[in-house]
């Protein structure tokens, strides 16, 4: 694996924008690669369901290709940096233009969450998948993929919170507001990390599980001995959190 950000990456791009010469650019994507991966592998839970690696990939090898194009090192931005969040927001806006939420999606989740609610004060236990389902009048199998794209909805939702308004480029492109939103990042994501503290204990070990460990909701269903409804309901929920904490945060 290549890792750019190397000061023979930083020669190639100064050739590069002397030139640009498109066997520099090939080699430069090549180097850059990793991104890409990285960016489809932590976004794989909310699109699997309804594309392949394979599309998402090649939108964001278009935009690891414009983000080339664009990169000035001269700013003082990592290329890794740049071009992740360049990568990253093309998926998502991928993700976005499919359309791939259907509109009851909402409506499900508080159905589900009422129906959790008032089964589990009857049960003085947590319900199982077939005694939701039953509850809800739908099939189990209904149950899991509306729970399935209620969780992606949310995760698609707090992407898009974490990352908007943060290119990187744009009309403005002096160092000053280049720092500005590098550190507008950083604070966002250090509002995260708190809002992940302030989680329950299930809800942190979800989020953990989720993004950090990559682990798809059968496999953390297999973990935390839950079934894979209930585990995308944690994820919702907790979602739903730390929403709320970024969004008190950009406004105030």
Same mark, same amino acid.
């Given at each position: ?17 002397? !030139? =640009?010469? =498109?066997?520099?650019?090939? %080699? ?16 794989? $839970? ?5 594309? @392949? ?12 290709? !414009? ?10 931005? =990592? ?6 969040i360049?990568v ?10 499919? @359309? ?10 508080? %159905?589900? @969450? ?7 004060t ?18 189990? /199998?209904?149950l ?14 707090? %992407? ?7 290119e990187?480029?744009?009309? $403005? @492109? ?6 500005? =939103?590098?550190?507008?990042?950083? /604070? ?31 496999e ?24 709320? %904490? ?7």
């Amino acid at each position: 694996m290549y890792a750019a950000g190397t000061a023979e990456i930083s020669e190639l791009f100064e050739k590069y924008r002397q !030139n =640009k010469d =498109k066997e520099l650019r090939n %080699e430069l994507v090549m180097r850059s690669m990793h991104i890409v991966r990285y960016a489809v592998m932590s976004t794989r $839970n909310m699109f699997r369901r309804y594309t @392949d690696d394979d599309d998402v990939s090649g939108e964001a090898v278009m935009a690891l290709m !414009n983000a080339v194009d664009s990169f000035d090192p001269g700013k003082g931005v =990592k290329f890794d940096t740049y071009a992740s969040i360049k990568v990253r927001g093309a998926i998502i806006d991928y993700i976005r233009r499919m @359309d791939i939420i259907p509109r009851g999606v909402r409506r499900f989740a508080k %159905e589900y @969450d009422k129906a959790f609610t008032i089964l589990c004060t009857e049960l003085d236990r947590e319900p199982t998948r077939e005694e939701l389902a039953g509850y809800m009048g739908i099939s189990v /199998e209904k149950l899991e993929s509306s729970a399935a794209k209620s969780a992606a909805a949310q995760t698609l939702s707090f %992407e898009e919170l974490v990352y908007s308004g943060i290119e990187l480029s744009g009309e $403005n @492109d002096s160092e000053f507001y280049e720092a500005e =939103k590098r550190l507008m990042l950083e /604070e966002r994501k250090t509002c995260l990390a708190q809002g992940i503290k302030k989680l329950k204990e299930k809800e942190r070990t979800v989020i953990t599980l989720y993004y950090y460990e990559k682990l798809k909701y059968s496999e953390i269903a297999q973990v935390l001995g839950l079934s894979e409804s209930r585990v995308c309901q944690i994820h919702s929920k907790a979602v739903e959190k730390l929403r709320d %904490e970024l969004a008190e945060y950009l406004q105030s």
